[in-house]
């Protein structure tokens, strides 16, 4: 089952669906009354409930909603560095004896067709592809061998990077407003029984610029969960962020970073395709400050 969430056509009142082909199950006309959004669904653990609308008649066609992030605003949100050994290469660095973590935040997300905003000031604004997993049921000091069981689904992140605001902490160049996008809808675990077997690829302007599997992380997404709730427990509908591939335009030469009118897309197999333009926003978070040279600008 894919879930989307979005505003409805001409109304323009946030609601959430059943993705099939090109057309939408509104459930928000259905259920709407019950559960705001998909997140507060997750909470209700009512995905099988949700799945009995999968046979009821499309409500609106995909191109005439404005989509939202899968879930727009997650209480947290934990990303993953250096989770790909094609990456690690890249920049040099050898395995650490646990993940590389950075948080962002909820005013950060775009989601599916929406502008992704290059910071004015930026000069070196990178692309990450990435699988994003959302928390389906309470995960408090999981074994990794239950993890995949407080999973709800499955997304694509692409985690917009401010290079020249990304010194030694990672945060600064990962949470500038409208810089990850997140989409284009949530496919369900029963679709996906491995999250560490898809081929995902990243397209600048139609161009392959990132092609890896995700079996190739380092830290698989058992383990990540087992991690990450060893020490903060998950709610349904946090997000894990789980590392992206090699072939970052930070290390290409020369450099290959997003400008405005750019066309970034993230496509998981199993999943979908992931589409954003790229916007310039002289209002928002123009200011750089300090060192543009300094190190560790890799995540």
Same mark, same amino acid.
């Given at each position: 089952?894919?879930?989307?969430?979005?505003?409805?056509?001409? %109304?323009?009142?946030?609601?959430?669906?059943?993705?099939?082909?090109?057309?939408?199950?509104?459930?928000?006309?259905?259920? &709407?009354?019950?559960?705001?959004?998909?997140? $507060?669904?997750?909470?209700?653990?009512?995905?099988?409930?949700?799945?009995?609308?999968?046979?009821?008649?499309?409500?609106?066609?995909?191109?005439?909603?404005?989509?939202?992030?899968?879930?727009?605003?997650?209480?947290?949100?934990?990303?993953? &560095?250096?989770?790909?050994?094609?990456?690690?290469?890249?920049?040099?660095?050898?395995?650490?004896?646990?993940?590389?973590?950075?948080?962002?935040?909820?005013?950060?997300?775009?989601?599916?067709?929406?502008?992704?905003?290059?910071?004015?000031?930026?000069?070196?604004?990178?692309?990450?592809?990435?699988?994003?997993?959302?928390?389906?049921?309470? $995960?408090?000091?999981?074994?990794?061998?239950?993890?995949? %069981?407080?999973? $709800?689904?499955?997304?694509?992140?692409?985690?917009?990077?401010?290079?020249?605001?990304?010194?030694?902490?990672?945060?600064?160049?990962?949470?500038?407003?409208?810089?990850?996008?997140?989409?284009?809808?949530?496919?369900?675990?029963?679709? !996906?029984?491995?999250?560490?077997?898809?081929?995902?690829?990243?397209?600048?302007? &139609?161009?392959?610029?990132?092609?890896?599997?995700?079996?190739?992380?380092?830290?698989?997404?058992?383990?990540?969960?087992?991690?990450?709730?060893?020490?903060?427990?998950?709610?349904?509908?946090?997000? !894990?962020?789980? &590392? %992206?591939?090699?072939?970052?335009?930070?290390?290409?030469?020369?450099?290959?970073?997003?400008?405005?009118?750019?066309?970034?897309?993230?496509?998981?197999?199993?999943?979908?395709?992931?589409?954003?333009?790229? $916007? %310039?926003?002289?209002?928002?978070?123009?200011?750089?400050?300090?060192?543009?040279?300094?190190?560790?600008?890799?995540?």
């Amino acid at each position: 089952m894919k879930l989307a969430s979005y505003f409805l056509p001409e %109304s323009h009142i946030k609601s959430f669906g059943i993705v099939i082909g090109d057309g939408l199950v509104d459930l928000g006309l259905r259920v &709407g009354w019950r559960f705001t959004d998909l997140k $507060a669904a997750l909470e209700e653990n009512a995905l099988p409930a949700l799945a009995g609308f999968s046979n009821n008649p499309i409500d609106f066609h995909v191109r005439d909603v404005k989509f939202l992030p899968v879930i727009e605003r997650p209480n947290k949100i934990f990303c993953v &560095g250096m989770n790909y050994a094609d990456k690690r290469k890249e920049f040099d660095e050898t395995n650490n004896d646990a993940p590389t973590l950075f948080i962002r935040f909820a005013d950060s997300l775009v989601g599916h067709g929406n502008p992704v905003v290059k910071p004015a000031a930026s000069n070196e604004f990178d692309y990450e592809g990435e699988l994003a997993v959302i928390i389906g049921k309470p $995960a408090n000091c999981v074994s990794k061998d239950r993890a995949l %069981s407080c999973v $709800a689904g499955y997304s694509c992140f692409m985690d917009g990077s401010v290079r020249d605001m990304q010194y030694t902490w990672f945060t600064s160049g990962k949470n500038w407003v409208n810089t990850g996008c997140f989409g284009p809808w949530m496919v369900s675990t029963d679709e !996906i029984s491995n999250p560490n077997t898809l081929p995902i690829h990243t397209y600048l302007n &139609g161009q392959m610029v990132q092609n890896d599997n995700t079996a190739n992380m380092i830290r698989h997404v058992p383990e990540l969960i087992e991690y990450i709730s060893a020490f903060s427990p998950l709610s349904p509908g946090d997000v !894990i962020i789980t &590392g %992206s591939p090699g072939g970052v335009g930070k290390k290409r030469t020369p450099p290959l970073f997003m400008n405005s009118g750019d066309l970034i897309e993230v496509e998981i197999d199993g999943i979908g395709r992931l589409r954003n333009t790229v $916007a %310039s926003n002289v209002k928002i978070n123009t200011c750089l400050v300090g060192n543009t040279h300094g190190k560790n600008q890799n995540q």
